[in-house]
């Protein structure tokens, strides 16, 4: 099918801007395969279905808009946490800030450096994991992704990782548009967790694809942040197998423009994957989820939880899908997605959807908004909690079961500091 | 303690008067007991002391050792030292009991200038307030009041009033759905906290309550004023036969 005219100029824009990366030739292929897919679906309009509720227009031009650093006198989140560190400033390894990239019962390279040779461990999922995430559903974002990414970690737990692998994304230039890629396998048995943070650069696009083997266990658990004029398009595919847990969970606060998508395959029986994430937004925040989970096996679970705090004209999305394949019979699956206003502006829109073709399942899922409980104020108010800190106990309230989804006490205590500062820096 | 004076309240919503010049004083150390029909507007004046949104103030004035409550937030009130034990406690999901208590504890020295109160000396006396209201450790972790029973949550209310250890407690229908037991159980609270410093409005239906806490005043309240007042007879009076003829009085 023909594109409209239109958005093959958008998109012909947008590729002219960039050039195909040299390094790891092994990917080569997959660059040009997934170039190809860019050009036949093109760049996302807000005439496009999937973009109904969130206007891609600034993630699909040539240049990234300029977006001003933000600079809190904080703490950098998860600094307390034994981790391995690495560091990416506007997209750049900082090879400088980050610990040697050794860790026991885990190997990580760099995409950019991950050999000439044609054979490597990551070239069957690199993009494949992106091409099969493309139906039913465009995502050209990461088509784009693909074909481009200057960088990324190709990371592989062969056992229980002794730390968390920690990845920073530090934003210096106002004008900076970052592609990175990842490729993550979690060999049978094998637990890994990633934490990343950071507000990245004035644009960015990335994606994770992670391959959790039968038995395997991941964690992923991202604080988005801070500065505000930032963009960003991000994706995770995952594909779980038998027995195998995935858990991802998303701090956002602040950001102009902010699409996460999560595409979940569940392929093994009884694997586990829960997706959450809570979002605080001010003013001209725009923050979207799209999650897209597929039971393809027997007696899986899946949880979608996402709760959005929004004031003062922010908005927040969602869109979430649970697909049930005629097969995956004791499919156990739940959504809930929520937003707290508080005030009159804000605005959340919500598509929860679920498909399902086997007969034996339980599936739930529910979206609501609303303010925050008056009733409750007063209360706490009347036992001498001031309004301030008796709303900010009600929003982190309403955030709880969404926080609930972080396994790691230390790591829930660090989100939960940071939704602290983001409270008391936006009180009325 | 407290003066109330002349005090007429509307809804802020709709044109309707619904205290129409409430006159009460409370001395120190004294427990007053209001009575009254359903409707009368006990509950609204006690919102109104503690601060509700909702109502509005046509005329009159609340003061708590002369100070000025209506010109106070609600939680300005509470550090004030007014403390309402509510007809309907109110639900928290998401919000632990003990973590509520704690900010509440502290956010009340905060305001009055005093140390915070440290974590090992509050889980000690919340402990023995708690045990001796036969509130368990259990129901401390829940969020506050949800999946309460009925008698739970108004033993939970006593259990913040002994935390928060205020000057002026109103307790609104605090014995209303409780077995004859929890009645006790509550009573007992109110009476241990008795002190010369310490006074009560004790809002309830029954004479029953008011066998436990032995009241020095009783009021009774009938469309929006305060109708009658006397000793803790009247309460018998009321339980013998009703309000109709204190009522029919004024009317
Ligand atoms: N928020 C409100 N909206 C409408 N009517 C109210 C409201 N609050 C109180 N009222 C009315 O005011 C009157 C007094 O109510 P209330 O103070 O609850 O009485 P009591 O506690 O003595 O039973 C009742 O007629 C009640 O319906
Ligand atoms: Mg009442």
Known sequence: ?428 | MLNINNLHVKLQEEDKAILKGVDLTVEDGQVHAIMGPNGSGKSTLSYVLAGRDGYEVTEGSAELDGVDLLALDPEERAAAGLFLAFQYPVEIPGVGNMTFLRTAVNAQRKARGEEEMSSTDFLKTIRAKAKSLQIDAEMLKRPVNVGFSGGEKKRNEILQMAMLEPKMCILDETDSGLDVDAMKLVAEGVNALRSAGRSFLVITHYQRLLDHIRPDVVHIMADGRIVKTGGPDLALEVETSGYVGMVEEVA
């Open chain 1, 1 to 428: 099918m023909a594109l409209a005219a239109a958005k093959q100029e958008a998109t012909a824009t947008r590729l002219e801007a960039l050039s195909l990366p040299e390094g790891a030739t092994w990917a080569k292929a997959a660059r040009q395969d997934a170039l190809g897919r860019v050009r036949a679906m093109g760049l996302p309009t807000r005439r496009d279905e999937y973009w109904k509720y969130t206007n891609p227009a600034t993630l699909v031009q040539a240049e990234a808009p300029a977006a001003c650093l933000f600079d809190a006198d904080e703490s950098p989140i998860f600094g307390q946490i034994d981790r391995l560190r690495i560091v990416f400033v506007d997209g750049v390894f900082d090879a400088y800030a980050s610990d040697d990239l050794a860790l026991a019962g885990v190997t990580i390279e760099r995409l950019a450096e991950a050999g000439a040779t044609d054979i490597h461990w990551a070239r069957d999922i690199y993009g494949a994991f992106e091409a099969r995430g493309q139906t039913p559903v465009a995502r050209p974002f990461a088509a784009l992704n693909t074909a481009f990414a200057s960088d990324g970690l190709l990371i592989r737990a062969s056992g229980k990782a002794a730390m968390p692998v920690s990845v920073e994304y530090l934003h210096r230039s106002e004008t900076s548009d970052a592609i990175l890629h990842h490729v993550i396998r979690v060999e049978e048995g094998a637990e890994l967790t990633l934490l990343e943070n950071g507000p990245a650069a004035a644009r960015f696009n990335k994606v994770m694809e992670v391959d959790v083997a039968d038995g395997a266990s991941f964690h992923h658990v991202r604080a988005q942040g801070r500065d505000h004029e930032r963009r960003a398009a991000t994706h995770v595919f995952a594909r779980l197998g038998a027995e195998s847990t995935f858990k991802s969970f998303t701090l956002t606060v602040n950001g102009v423009l902010t699409r996460n998508e999560v595409v979940v395959e569940l392929t093994g029986d009884n694997a586990v994957a829960h997706v959450a994430g809570a979002a605080v937004g001010d003013g001209d925040f725009h923050h979207d989820d799209t999650v897209f989970v597929t039971h393809d096996a027997v007696a899986c679970e899946s949880r979608q939880v996402f709760k959005k705090v929004l004031r003062n004209g922010a908005t927040g999305v969602f869109q979430g899908k649970i697909l049930v394949k005629k097969d995956a019979q004791k499919t156990d699956g739940y959504q809930i997605s929520q937003s707290l206003m508080l005030d009159d502006n804000a605005q959340f829109l919500a598509k929860p959807e679920l498909e399902i073709y086997a007969d034996d399942v339980a599936c739930s899922h529910g979206s609501t908004s609303g303010a925050i409980d008056e009733d409750a104020l007063f209360y706490l108010r009347s036992r001498g909690v001031p309004e301030g800190q008796a709303q900010d106990l009600l929003v982190l309230a309403f955030l709880a079961e969404a926080i609930d989804e972080i396994d790691d006490p230390a790591i829930s205590a660090d989100i939960l500091s940071r939704l602290d500062g983001w409270l008391q820096r936006h009180h009325s």
